[in-house]
């Protein structure tokens, strides 16, 4: 296949943040690709778990307008079901003058996409670039390998955010085109995994073990620290051991504090928060257990970082 042809491979972008100061290092174009098979109760981006298109209602940005007999808030609540809600409103994205109604995710060509994030490029400077994030982004396994394809052609850094929640194979796609892996690691108890993520972590471990054989991309290991899953030092302590036996491969270990920052994201979906009532961590919590995964991880030498 020629590097043009990777352009017209399609798939489900739900948003494209530019500028963006996380993910990867220097300034990013993130592009947050729709679908992922975990379930994460704490989930941010609720809008990127289904691989499909979603109707969104942001209740409070509506005017009513009085484009319609029942504003749109009222038939919302009303419908019930996505489905019915669907029937009801699907048309209503086109004709909303505030965008309270809308449809997240949308069908575009890699070329497409690339050509937003070339606007970026003139602001990399030498350290920025692209970042596949989601969602988790190897659930469109082509459509990830053909933008890292063509960033890759055009010189542009390239970084991958994944739950390592993937079939070996689409790893072997999209490693050679990656400067950088951000593989998250939630806990390394299995039953704990499965009953918080949806999903039990053998895979994600495994993937972890073969990419450590590896010498590149570089690999970040990255961990959203959670009250009330593993936002203690058993917890971290645990992934640290883990991480520690994988040796010197891992160059950086960030810890991500919880945020509700999603919350209003599950009532605009109509459904509900499933972590709800859990304390955020202050910054002396955060620095306590930084402390903890850094002395576990002393004998590597990696370093510890909070944020990401
Ligand atoms: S189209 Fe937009 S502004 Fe009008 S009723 Fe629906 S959500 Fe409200």
Same mark, same amino acid.
């Given at each position: 296949?020629?590097?043009?042809?990777?352009?017209?491979?399609?798939?489900?972008?739900?948003?494209?943040?530019?500028?963006?100061?996380?993910?990867?290092?220097?300034?990013?174009?993130?592009?947050?690709?729709?679908?992922?098979?975990?379930?994460?109760?704490?989930?941010?981006?609720?809008?990127?778990?289904?691989?499909?298109?979603?109707?969104?209602?942001?209740?409070?940005?509506?005017?009513?307008?009085?484009?319609?007999?029942?504003?749109?808030?009222?038939?919302?609540?009303?419908?019930?079901?996505?489905?019915?809600?669907?029937?009801?409103?699907?048309?209503?994205?086109?004709?909303?003058?505030?965008?309270?109604?809308?449809?997240?995710?949308?069908?575009?060509?890699?070329?497409?996409?690339?050509?937003?994030?070339?606007?970026? @490029?003139?602001?990399? !400077?030498?350290?920025?670039?692209?970042?596949?994030?989601?969602?988790? $982004?190897? =659930? /469109?396994?082509?459509? %990830?390998?053909?933008?890292?394809?063509?960033?890759?052609?055009?010189?542009?850094?390239?970084?991958?955010?994944?739950?390592?929640?993937?079939?070996?194979?689409?790893?072997?796609?999209?490693?050679?085109?990656?400067?950088?892996?951000?593989?998250?690691?939630?806990?390394?108890?299995?039953?704990?995994?499965?009953?918080?993520?949806?999903?039990?972590?053998?895979?994600?471990?495994?993937?972890?073990?073969?990419?450590?054989?590896?010498?590149?991309?570089?690999?970040?290991?990255?961990?959203?620290?959670?009250?009330?899953?593993?936002?203690?030092?058993?917890?971290?302590?645990?992934?640290?051991?883990?991480?520690?036996?994988?040796?010197?491969?891992?160059?950086?270990?960030?810890?991500?504090?919880?945020?509700?920052?999603?919350?209003?994201?599950?009532? @605009?979906?109509?459904? !509900?928060?499933?972590?709800?009532?859990?304390?955020?961590?202050?910054? $002396?919590? =955060? /620095?306590?257990?930084? %402390?903890?995964?850094?002395?576990?991880?002393?004998?590597?030498?990696?370093?510890?970082?909070?944020?990401?």
């Amino acid at each position: 296949m020629e590097i043009g042809d990777w352009g017209l491979v399609e798939g489900i972008v739900f948003d494209i943040q530019r500028y963006s100061v996380h993910d990867g290092p220097g300034l990013r174009t993130n592009v947050f690709l729709k679908g992922c098979p975990l379930r994460c109760a704490w989930c941010a981006n609720p809008e990127s778990q289904n691989l499909q298109p979603e109707l969104m209602l942001a209740a409070h940005s509506c005017m009513t307008c009085g484009q319609f007999v029942t504003p749109c808030p009222v038939c919302w609540e009303e419908a019930g079901s996505a489905d019915l809600r669907i029937a009801q409103l699907g048309e209503r994205p086109f004709v909303c003058p505030t965008g309270a109604i809308h449809w997240v995710g949308e069908r575009r060509s890699a070329g497409d996409v690339m050509a937003e994030v070339r606007r970026d @490029a003139p602001f990399y !400077d030498r350290s920025g670039g692209l970042t596949l994030t989601g969602g988790e $982004a190897t =659930m /469109q396994p082509a459509f %990830a390998e053909a933008l890292l394809r063509l960033a890759q052609a055009e010189g542009i850094h390239t970084a991958l955010e994944t739950s390592g929640h993937t079939q070996w194979s689409v790893f072997e796609r999209l490693l050679p085109h990656l400067d950088l892996l951000l593989y998250d690691l939630k806990h390394v108890d299995s039953e704990l995994h499965r009953r918080h993520t949806g999903l039990d972590n053998a895979l994600i471990l495994a993937n972890l073990c073969r990419i450590a054989d590896l010498p590149a991309p570089k690999l970040i290991v990255r961990v959203p620290v959670i009250p009330g899953f593993n936002a203690d030092a058993a917890s971290l302590s645990a992934i640290a051991a883990f991480v520690l036996s994988l040796g010197r491969r891992v160059s950086e270990i960030n810890l991500l504090p919880y945020h509700t920052l999603g919350k209003s994201k599950y009532q @605009a979906l109509g459904r !509900d928060y499933p972590w709800d009532d859990q304390p955020r961590l202050t910054d $002396a919590e =955060m /620095q306590r257990l930084a %402390a903890v995964v850094a002395t576990e991880v002393a004998p590597a030498g990696t370093p510890v970082r909070i944020g990401g």
